[in-house]
């Protein structure tokens, strides 16, 4: 969709195309309230700073919609399809290691682990979470509420795009 498009659309029709992104009702309500957009990286700077910081409540249910890392996202939803295009760098051996990590850090912080799995390679996630693994449960709390900003502006920079980009 191009960012002219998205800036023109109804409240309600602007907030079914940002949801997916990150589905924490103060988050969207602010990315579509700041409309209209002059750049899509105006878009997606205000996406990284809109409602910051989250709540641990608002970062539970985000991270909801979010399957494990190296685990494939089951379902039709738009986050399901969204998350699956994230992780399709995964092969089943480091999906071994992942789960193993997984494990660990669920039993550390009693939440899945989030990364921006967009951009780095599996060997980059797992020493991600080993090192995460040595923070403290507000430490991380702060490490979560930045990864998902950063995969919501990732992902509305792949559903938006300028006039340009299309040419």
């Known amino acids: 969709m191009l960012l002219t498009e998205f800036n023109s659309r109804s409240r309600d029709d602007a907030i079914g ?8 009702p103060r988050w969207y ?3 579509v ?6 750049s899509v990286e105006a878009l997606t700077e205000a996406a990284a700073n809109a409602a910051a910081p989250l709540t641990a409540a608002e970062l539970d249910a985000a991270l909801a919609h979010h399957p ?8 039709q939803s738009a986050e399901a399809a969204l ?7 995964v092969d089943a051996t480091a999906a ?3 789960a193993a990590g997984n494990r660990a850090y669920e039993a550390a912080f009693d939440r899945v682990f ?4 967009a951009g780095r390679s599996a060997d980059d996630i797992l020493a991600l979470l080993q090192e995460r693994l040595g923070n403290t449960p507000e430490q991380e709390l702060a490490v979560v509420d930045q990864q998902l900003r950063e995969i919501a502006a990732l992902r ?3 559903a938006i795009e300028t006039e340009g980009a299309r040419a």
Not at 33 to 38: E, F, L, M, V
Not at 68 to 75: D, H, K, Q, S
């Open 17 to 24: 195309i940002v949801k997916p992104a990150l589905d924490i």
């Open 29 to 31: 309500e602010a990315i």
């Open 33 to 38: 309230d700041g409309r209209p957009y002059a």
């Open 68 to 75: 494990r890392i190296g685990e494939r996202a089951e379902g």
């Open 83 to 89: 998350a699956r295009n994230e992780q399709s760098g």
């Open 96 to 98: 071994e290691a992942l």
């Open 114 to 117: 989030l990364v921006r799995a």
């Open 156 to 158: 509305l920079a792949g």
